[in-house]
Every structure is written in structure tokens, then in C-alpha cells.
């Protein structure tokens, strides 16, 4: 089945640190999904990419679908507190997850 | 605002009796999810309704079962939790606007019941 690797697993930053992370597939996707989870929470869709290539900001948030379709990354600029959480990749036919990054920031 | 409500947002039941959770959704999607998560892992596709057609991932043990009664409600039945059942469990909703019956579109998720089995 597809699997899909995030990395990196965890992130330690601090406040106002810029953040990247990415996700690889086994096989090609024509859908890329980024969503963050909070604690005790559901996923929340933060960006939806559907184009090889395409790059799409939301906020401080900014995502592209890579090249040769098996990759995606996401970068957010000037952490804030609030950015603390899990973020998942996702995409395929059937919605399959990545293993998540945890980001956690330091005081 | 339109919405995806999971109900009881917490449920402790024993080992063995059945268990019922609840999602519904103001957001008139055609396809409706449900998904197991267990601690730290990624959310995990335990089946889907593409409208009234009801898809079983091929890995789902029997002891899960779902009913939709219309377009709005969607039910996770248990019917007999063991304790590897403990986990969030996760209502997802989406609108399949092609028609091409490709579950990859944007899906939006409920808050999660958190299921503890004793």
C-alpha cells in the first residue's frame, strides 16, 4: 500500500523561528493535504494543493506539491505559540496520513 | 457555522458492551468518514459512505459496523470493544463534486470522540 514519510519527526524551535517540513510518497499523488491537529482535537485542513508544482500560502503558512509528484513541503515563518501542535501530510486515492511532525516550541 | 459534530466527545465503556458513537454534519456533503486514531499515530480509515454506498477498508475487523441514516447522521457501532479499541475516533465529511467517486478531495474533520475501554 502507499506509505507516506514526514519528516522530521519533531521540531524543537523558538518563538518566531521559521519552520519546514516535508512529506514523500511511494507512488505519485495528485492530491496533496496539510492538515494540523491539536490535542484532543480533530485535524484541521490547513492547505490543499492539487497541481505538480503549485505553491499555496495561507496566512504564514505555505505549502507546494512537488515537481515529481511524490513530495510536499511546508514552511511556516515567524513562529507563534499557537503553531505548537501535530501536522500531517495527506494525499492518494484513499486519504492516506503521514506519520506526523510534532512541533513544539520553546520559551 | 457550518460543521462537523461528534457525540459524546468522551465515552468509557467495558470490555464487551456494545457502543455507539454519533457524527453529524451541517455541511450537506455527499461522502461521510470514519476513522480510528490511537495515540500517536496517524488517523487510520475505517470506512466510508459515498452517499447511502457504504466502502469497508479491506482491514477493518468485523467488530465495527456503520449506519447512515440520511444525508446528515452517520453512527460507529462497536459491537463488542476490547481494550485495543481504546482510541480517538474521528468523523470526517466531504463533497465529491466530479461525481468520480475520488475520496481525495478536502475532507473536514469533527472534533473526535475519545473512547476508553475497561
Known amino acids: 500500500g502507499q506509505q507516506l514519510n514526514q519528516s522530521p519527526q519533531s521540531m524543537f524551535i523558538q518563538e518566531g523561528e521559521d519552520v519546514s517540513m516535508n512529506c514523500t510518497s511511494s507512488?505519485?499523488?495528485?492530491?496533496w493535504l496539510w492538515y494540523k491537529q491539536d490535542p484532543g482535537e480533530g485535524p484541521v485542513l490547513l492547505i490543499a494543493l492539487y497541481k505538480a508544482g503549485e505553491l499555496t500560502s495561507n496566512g504564514r503558512l505555505t505549502a507546494q506539491f512537488g515537481t515529481t509528484r511524490k513530495d510536499s513541503f511546508l514552511n511556516i515563518s515567524a513562529s507563534i505559540p499557537s503553531d505548537v501542535g501535530i501536522y500531517f501530510c495527506?494525499?492518494?486515492?484513499?486519504?492516506?496520513f503521514g506519520t506526523g511532525t510534532r512541533l513544539t516550541i520553546i520559551p | 457555522d457550518a460543521m462537523v459534530i461528534q457525540n459524546p466527545r468522551y465515552q468509557v465503556t467495558q470490555f464487551g458492551k456494545p457502543v455507539t458513537l454519533s457524527c453529524s454534519q451541517t455541511l450537506n456533503h455527499n461522502v461521510m468518514y470514519w476513522y480510528q486514531q490511537k495515540s500517536s499515530q496517524a488517523p487510520k480509515l475505517l470506512f466510508h459512505y459515498y452517499d447511502k454506498d457504504f466502502n469497508n477498508e479491506a482491514d477493518t475487523p468485523d467488530n465495527f459496523q456503520s449506519r447512515r441514516p440520511n444525508t446528515s447522521f452517520c453512527f460507529l457501532d462497536i459491537r463488542s470493544p476490547g481494550l485495543g479499541d481504546t482510541a480517538m475516533y474521528l468523523c470526517?465529511?466531504?463533497?465529491?463534486?466530479?461525481?468520480?467517486?475520488?475520496?481525495?478531495?478536502?475532507?473536514?474533520f469533527g472534533p473526535g470522540t475519545r473512547l476508553t475501554v475497561t
Open positions: 470526517a465529511t466531504s463533497r465529491d463534486r466530479a461525481g468520480n467517486r475520488i475520496i481525495t478531495v478536502e475532507q473536514y
Open positions: 495527506a494525499g492518494g486515492k484513499k486519504l492516506t
Open positions: 507512488s505519485i499523488f495528485n492530491t
